[in-house]
């Protein structure tokens, strides 16, 4: 086996969603070759992203984050070019409880308004409803279907495992946010993203994005090894829901972005800086110190 670049162990933080979970198996448990070692802690994709853009020196090396909060934070930490998610038909969701909701002037509930899921909505929206939605309402992603049922918001945005499940509250999909993406750009739906500090230099980003590669192949080759792990951490979501979740989330921009994946990057974040979303990013700002 050969031996890692350092011996000291990283600090990283993922969500407990099954993409993640399977992405990462390998690592976490040491079972990649030369890889580093590895402290994980779980913790949801809105808590992630305020610690990266808190950063400073006590904030963990590597980080699963969502590509809208990119802009604030290129400059403690790297995009790797691998370990997230992006996709094609895997797009946030906008759920009503009728049909026939009018969305023009509605209140609409989502999980943060620093989330990927955000920007793509907010690009929908300028596109499609016209006059524009009314109050946002930022709330925990697991009321957000129950808040829809029970009429205390017109309609909720969902994303993940909420594209298998929300017919369970007799919920209606008013809008698929990718689906708009992919047929006005052409491009896969970028979501979530890793991110490691830059002060651990090119080489070990690279050392790093190697071994998050060679992880999720690994989940892929042996599936079963990795279903304890993602069952365990699943909040108890059915497996069969699991493994959609897997199918949709982890393929072949898990284990590198590629040429689409980078478009749909600065694509999303060109778009949301022209409607004032974030700030804009510089040329180079994408680029990964890590490629050799």
Not at 116 to 134: C, E, I, K
Not at 215 to 228: G, L, Q, T
Request: hydrophobic share 40%; charged share 20%.
């Amino acid at each position: 086996m050969s031996e890692p670049l350092s011996t000291e162990t990283l600090n990283i933080v993922y969500s407990p969603c099954p993409n993640d979970t399977f992405t990462f198996e390998a690592w976490a448990h040491g079972r990649v070759p030369g890889a580093p070692k590895v402290d994980v802690t779980f913790a949801d994709i809105d808590i992630t992203n305020g610690i990266a853009e808190r950063g400073g020196d006590e904030s963990p090396e590597v980080l699963k984050v969502s590509y809208a909060v990119l802009p604030w934070i290129l400059d403690e930490y790297a995009l790797l070019p691998c370990g997230g998610a992006l996709g094609r038909g895997c797009g946030p969701l906008v759920l009503t409880k009728d049909a026939e909701t009018e969305l023009t002037g509605a209140r609409i509930a989502v999980p943060s308004e620093r989330s990927t899921a955000y920007l793509l909505f907010r690009l929908w929206a300028a596109d499609t409803v016209p006059g524009g939605v009314g109050e946002i309402v930022v709330m925990p992603f697991h009321e957000i279907m129950p808040a829809v049922r029970d009429g205390l918001v017109d309609a909720g945005l969902v994303i993940h495992e909420a594209r298998f499940t929300y017919q369970n509250y007799g919920l209606h999909s008013a809008a698929d946010m990718g689906e708009h993406w992919e047929r006005t750009t052409g491009l896969p739906i970028p979501l979530g993203a890793i991110v490691a500090k830059r002060s651990l230099g090119a080489e070990r980003l690279g050392e790093l994005a190697r071994t998050i590669t060679t992880s999720v192949r690994m989940a892929w080759d042996d599936p079963a090894v990795s279903r304890d792990y993602v069952l365990a951490h699943s909040q108890e979501m059915d497996p069969a829901v699991a493994d959609q979740h897997i199918g949709l989330y982890v393929n072949e921009f898990t284990a590198d972005l590629g040429k689409d994946g980078y478009a749909a990057v600065r694509g999303l974040l060109t778009r949301a800086a022209t409607e004032g979303l974030v700030p804009e990013l510089g040329p180079d700002a994408l680029d990964f110190p890590g490629l050799s």
